[in-house]
């Protein structure tokens, strides 16, 4: 493997495009407030507009330093020492940290035959162990599989109320076909579930470390007494208000990262791949151990997990890179030709 640093980074699940000059104008005038401490009046207004983005109330929302920073204060707020938590496997590598950290006892489920998230078996476990906490990544990560909104629902519907249950929505944007006030809903109708998004992924804000949690007013309060002062700055809130004002830019680049998903996935296959179907921002290759080590090798950055190497979509210039790569890997698969 190249000691080099990669030059092609398709291991974080970043979007390929920086900020546009109109953002970069409009949190010009935050930046020169940099020497003050975060104030009340940005916060409010990213909450507002998340709020209203998913038709629930300000009560019912709560903002991080990122997704990452919410769940670790889940797990906080509700994972005492020696108790069960439950998510799939693999997933999130921060979960089995977090429940270590917090000296519960893991039980990590296998992900189905689909590489799809195991909701019958979680919501047994919700039955019959009474586990503090059960985590659910949708779409998954790392297969980028979705689990339909009516089996959440009926999985959710399960799972005893003394259960706090996270639906991971860190990817929910790059799925055409969901709807994100749904699973809003859901949290807001039930006392045990929390949604927790991001806006480091669909929203490319991953440097500015900005992420929500959506439940009902007790949960969130429950969860908010482990938050810390000033963990978002007025930068952050500014950049995710000015991301939520535009919309139609939006929706452009989630068409322009899901076109560019087909085509790689479409690639990658006639190179010899089995790509699993995604609807997040990146393409599993499962197996084939030795591809990883191909790319890196070439100063391409990935991902792996038991299940195969993780490829974020990013635009036609790394498409082409991994293509290049990945037709030299597969030529070993007994297939060259790429459609055109």
Known sequence: MSSTAPSTRLDRNELPFPPDSLTLGQLGDVLRQ????????????????????????SAEVLLGAGSSQILDLIWRA????GAVVAYMSPG?????????????VPIEVPLTAELGTDLDR??????TERPALIAVINP?????????AADIA??????PREVVVVLDEAYREFDEDADPRSSAELAVSLPNVVVTRTFSKAYGLAGLRIGYAIANPQLIARISEFSMPFTVSDLACAAAVEALR??????????????????????LRACGFDAVDSATNFVLVPGH????????ALGIAVSTSAIGTRLTVGDHHDRATVVAAARKYGSRLGSTTLPA
């Open 34 to 57: 940099a020497n003050r401490y975060p104030s009340d009046v940005w916060h409010a207004r990213a909450v507002e507009l998340i709020a209203a983005a998913n038709d629930c109330r």
């Open 78 to 81: 509700t994972v005492a020492p």
């Open 92 to 104: 999130f590598e921060m979960y089995p940290i977090y429940t270590r950290r917090q000296h519960g």
């Open 122 to 127: 979680l919501a047994e476990i919700g039955e």
């Open 140 to 148: 998954h990560s790392p297969s980028g599989v979705r689990a339909r």
């Open 154 to 159: 009926d999985f959710a519907a399960r799972v």
């Open 246 to 267: 535009q919309p139609a830019r939006h929706a452009a680049r989630m068409a322009e990262i899901r076109a560019e998903r087909a085509r790689l996935t479409a690639e």
């Open 289 to 296: 151990p030795g591809f990883a080590e191909h790319l890196r």
